[in-house]
């Protein structure tokens, strides 16, 4: 596609539910990272894949988090057992290649839990 | 680099006066220096970046500097205007090997009329 797709772009959920988001990245783009952003803050490092495999989930607060890309394309960023803190604006990035220049981002999912 | 710091936080300047926005970095192994804009409801988007093996990097009204020895660079906006009102974020990276990319927080820039 023409850019980084996130969807849905808004999600509202009740505290204890289960969500995914989805992200689309650019067709060929290797590298793929989520961020959370929360209001008026700086983008917050979550995990990010090369090709298929997680290649640092380091930023995952805790076990409720996950996320997979099984075809080394589009991911999708999976949250259980949702709690109100989780509320924030998810957003996908992406890059052409193995360096980090560059990063597109996606226009982000705005999650809100209820 | 793993860790990032951005200052001021917010910064309002009046028209057409110049903008700074300073980080500094933690990771010697650090080379290569993006800076992202934020406008309200929309995604970041690079505005200009820097590698490690240059000082100064400027396209029209932006600029970047750095210094690897105090490892701090900065983003510098001269004559400001109105759309440059947004957020603005660093990052300090490791170019050649993908791995991840820690933002600094944030510099909310408002331009006075």
């Known amino acids: 596609g023409a850019g980084v797709s996130q969807t849905p772009s808004n999600k509202v959920t009740e505290k204890g539910k289960y969500v995914e988001l989805r992200c689309d990245p650019i067709?060929?783009?290797?590298?793929l990272y989520w961020y959370r952003q929360s209001l008026g803050q700086g983008p917050e490092f979550l995990i990010y894949?090369?090709?298929?495999?997680?290649?640092?989930d380091s930023g995952l607060p805790n076990d409720r988090f996950f996320a997979v890309r099984p075809e080394g394309s589009v991911s999708t960023l999976k949250i259980q057992r949702t709690e109100r803190g989780d509320s924030a604006v998810y957003l996908c990035?992406?890059?052409?290649?193995?360096?980090?220049?560059?990063?597109?981002f996606g226009s982000g999912t705005q999650l809100s839990v209820l | 680099g793993e860790n990032v710091e951005q200052h001021p936080s917010t910064l309002s300047v009046q028209e057409g006066d110049s903008a700074v926005i300073k980080c500094t970095y933690s990771?010697?192994?650090?080379?290569?220096f993006p800076w992202y804009k934020q406008e309200l409801g929309k995604r970041p988007q690079l505005i200009i970046d820097i590698r490690s093996n240059v000082g100064e990097k400027k396209d029209q009204r932006i600029a970047v500097t750095l210094n690897k020895t105090a490892k701090h660079f900065s983003l510098h906006i001269t004559e400001t205007q109105p759309e440059d009102s947004a957020v603005y974020f660093c990052?300090?990276?490791?170019?050649?090997?993908?791995?991840?990319?820690?933002f600094g927080s944030g510099t909310r820039l408002s331009i006075r009329p």
């Open positions: 990771d010697s192994a650090s080379n290569y």
């Open positions: 990052a300090a990276v490791r170019y050649s090997s993908a791995s991840k990319i820690i």
């Open positions: 067709s060929g783009h290797t590298a």
């Open positions: 894949f090369q090709g298929t495999g997680a290649a640092d």
């Open positions: 990035a992406s890059i052409p290649q193995a360096t980090n220049e560059k990063l597109f």
